[in-house]
């Protein structure tokens, strides 16, 4: 009982310290793009004596930060789509094709987990220019779709695979086509693997840096994560703004995950749980 | 994309019935098979011939051989580049699997006790995954500044001067800090893996154990651990493909070139300066060798997974 106890302590203790730990530069980040420059150094952690919204002002306006915001999320919400349609299609396929062209095909798939798109960028560069679509955020659609085709197939396929398969016959010798028993049975009870994958993808694309330091430079096809590199390099000195800048970024992203902590969780260790 | 339309028309009535389920599965996998290959496996693939040639900007096009590789490993100037990079990115990913895994498995195991707040306690220690890198790695980068000093303030106010340090500006300090950074926005992730795990194990055992007078601390090495093996495979493995990968943190914290002094060059950092920004002093890409490095990247990830697989196999069917 005693030693109950003493654990619990201990328990609370680190717990404790380590949530501080998280919150501390979470806080300060918060709180010091409400400042103006002077208190900012004078008194980094408490409150704001004066409350200033400059520093919003400035990114929003001169940032384009708004532009940025549209454009990632036309970009996020179009792949997204793409992923869960064709990827829930695939998978279908890879579940009920009793072929080894399905199981070669499946260890094909997610064989990409393992190895980051990252290292074919040169040829996606390439590629992308003979596309036409460089300096557009349109050339990071395809890329994303590609990235997330392994998790989806993977999750999808382990899901589908674990349906009662009498459902399937029934539907069957009732004389439905294959695209009926998927688009009406399958897809409707597929939803929470697809909320798994959905928010899995959400958040590579939505922080994805690389490809559009890769792909892009023009003002008006940046996203946020671009636009966040080149205005922190710009407002090196002036920190009222860089802190608003990188509020903006991380808001959005923080009240989601505040109001669906669970799904966040599922699914950015989607790849691991069944592994 | 319609199978009933195909179905039933007539240009596919000459198929017996087994060729048609074949051709509609194709079409099932169609459309994620074309992006796959065309954007993912393509590029991967053709980044190994790509190597083979030399050229500048967008299109090497002269035919060298595996003059790129010989030049990587025997022309001094290369090789120190790539042997730095690849010594940061071993430091990198060892910070990562002793001190970010070791954490995930302390938290999970505190958190897989029932107590008050358990949830509230999980749901902060993942939050900074759901962050950009890049937004996490300027913050960081901030709060460190000498010039603001957050956290130099705070050892200030402790009484603990000598610790108020540059901690970004130091050849031997950056790269621990930055990957202690790095720690901090990922550390969810294997405790939230190690957590899953935890709760698989029957409470039965462990009650038992404890009735037979284990203590905490047995009950965590003889039974939890040996149990866990199995996690503890995958959370290595991940932890090993994401940080031999690692860039945007690098980017945000010490810039494209690892400052200072190439003390936190990674391979993904040379590979970026080599092949797509350009070095210094010439600033022009040079493709086939940014090719090699990826392919030799490729080639490390390859021989870490596979022989991963192949020892945890071997050990499942011991």
Known sequence: MRWNRLQLFFTYVVLTIWSVIVLFPIWTLLINSFKPQKQIFKDPFGLPDTFTLDGYREAWNTGRFDLYFINTIIVTVIALGLILFIGSMAAYALAKWKSPVASFLYVFFIAGLMIPIRLGTLDLVRLIKALNLQDTYWSLIPVYVAMGMPIATFVLTAFIKELPGEMFEAAKIDGASEWQVYSRIVLPLMRPAMATVAIFNMIKIWNDFWFPLVFIRAEESRTVALGVSLLFGQYRTDWTRALAVLSLAAVPMLILYVLLAREFIKGLTAGAVKG | ?318
């Open chain 2, 1 to 318: 994309m319609s199978q009933t339309m195909l179905n039933k028309s007539g240009s596919a009535g000459f198929l017996n019935p087994k060729n048609r389920l074949t051709l509609t599965w194709v079409l099932f996998l169609l459309p994620a098979l074309l992006v796959y290959l065309t954007f993912m496996a393509g590029p991967l693939f053709d980044s190994l011939r790509l190597s083979l040639y030399t050229g500048e900007g967008y299109n090497p096009t002269e035919f060298v051989g595996f003059q790129n590789y010989i030049n990587l490993f025997t022309n001094p100037l290369w090789r120190e580049k790539f042997i730095n990079a690849f010594t940061n990115t071993c430091i990198f990913f060892a910070i990562h699997m002793l001190v970010q895994n070791t954490l995930g498995l302390l938290f999970a195991n505190l958190l897989s006790t029932d107590f008050k707040g358990r949830n509230f306690f999980r749901t902060i220690i993942f939050a900074p995954a759901t962050l950009s890198v890049l937004v996490v790695g300027f913050l960081w980068t901030l709060i460190l500044n000498p010039q603001w000093g957050a956290v130099n303030k705070i050892f200030m106010a402790m009484d603990l001067k000598q610790f108020a340090l540059p901690w970004l500006g130091r050849e031997n300090l950056a790269l621990p800090v930055i990957s202690l950074t790095s720690v901090w926005q990922w550390v969810g992730m294997p405790t939230v893996m190690f957590l899953a795990g935890l709760m698989g194990i029957s409470d039965e055992l462990l009650e038992a154990a404890r009735i037979d007078g284990a203590s905490e601390w047995d009950i965590f090495w003889r039974i939890k651990f040996p149990l866990l093996k199995p996690v503890i495979g995958v959370v290595a493995i991940l932890t090993f493909v994401d940080n031999f990968n690692a860039f945007d943190i690098i980017y945000a914290m010490a810039g494209a070139k690892g400052e200072p002094g190439y003390s936190t060059d990674l391979l993904a950092t040379l590979f970026y300066r080599t092949g797509i920004a350009g070095e210094h002093p010439v600033g022009i890409p040079d493709m086939g060798m940014g090719a090699a490095i990826a392919t030799m990247t490729f080639a490390i990830l390859m021989t870490g997974v596979l022989s991963w697989l192949y020892f945890s196999r071997k050990q499942a069917t011991e």
